[in-house]
């Protein structure tokens, strides 16, 4: 019986996971070297601009056409794009879900940051968000 | 009657424990772990991850058990080996786990290579995802394709 039991004991031993979940964002990454349709509206993505951190503070812009806000943290840069977003009922939208956004990281900022001005995007609604080339 | 349940279970562990080992072996990264985190599940198919780990003050590529230097050279022979990849299966997802203290810049090499990659493999919708932690469900999935 105690044979019984330590093999089962091995047995949920080996196939728990004890590794975190693990989980990914779908990546739209700028392309290049694609022939642009000269008759197609080109829309000038919507920017979010990630600072270098400063302690546990990050300076975080969204900006486009006639658009500059700043935000005090992840969660407003969220709120911030979800009320710029356009849904249905609602007139003052200003940006369709597919509308291009960029992450625009500065040089030196943290992997963490980017990824947390990606999330924000993702968070609001967004589908077509890429990462930029560092500003400098 | 015990022998027998005894030789059950121990090749049931056996073939648990040669499955495992015959999976990809992800080498352990410090994901970046967002709040509120809108992602998706990776998913149980098969995928390329490019890893960028953090080493000190040294940065380490790799793809698979293959280690890349963080120089022009290195890239460049990141980007040929995920392009060789892509074009073996180009319904391969790609995915980025780089280390969450890493600066930006320092993870932007990968990502240009995978571009690089997927251009030259002439490979049209090749998906890219970046791997970060989340304790929650996911919320909604993305739409966003690399064309």
């Known amino acids: 019986m105690i044979d019984v039991v330590f093999l089962l004991l091995v047995f949920f031993v080996c196939t728990v996971r004890f590794e975190r979940n693990e989980k990914v964002y779908r990546l739209d990454l700028p392309s290049r070297g694609i022939t642009a349709d000269p008759l197609a509206l080109q829309d000038a993505p919507l920017q979010i601009i990630v600072g270098i951190r400063d302690g546990d503070r990050c300076s975080i812009e969204l900006r486009a056409d006639g658009v500059r806000r700043t935000a005090e943290n992840f969660d407003t840069l969220a709120t911030a794009m979800e009320e710029l977003r356009r849904r249905p009922g609602v007139a003052d939208g200003l940006f369709e879900t597919s509308h291009p956004i960029l992450v625009v990281p500065a040089a030196g900022s943290q992997w963490q940051d980017a990824v947390d001005g990606f999330n924000a995007a993702v968070r609001a609604g967004y589908a077509n968000i890429g990462f930029a080339e560092s500003k400098r | ?147």
Do not use: W
């Open chain 2, 1 to 147: 009657m015990t022998p027998l349940i005894d030789l059950a279970f121990l090749l049931i562990v056996f073939f648990i424990l040669v499955a495992r080992m015959g999976g990809e072996q992800l080498p352990p990264v410090s994901l970046p772990e967002p709040r509120h985190a809108a992602t998706t599940s990776a998913g149980s198919r098969p995928r390329l991850a490019v890893n960028v780990i953090a080493n000190g003050d040294q940065t380490i590529l790799s793809l698979g058990a293959k280690k890349f230097s963080d120089d022009e050279s290195g890239h460049r022979a990141l980007a040929d080996a995920i392009a060789q990849r892509i074009r073996r299966d180009p319904t391969l997802p790609v995915d980025i786990r780089a280390d969450r203290s890493l600066r930006y810049d320092k993870v932007e090499p990968a990502l240009r290579a995978i571009a690089q990659a997927a251009s030259q493999a002439g490979a049209q919708g090749v998906t890219i995802r970046v791997c970060a932690l989340d304790q929650q469900t996911a919320i909604h999935e993305q739409k966003a394709k690399h064309e």
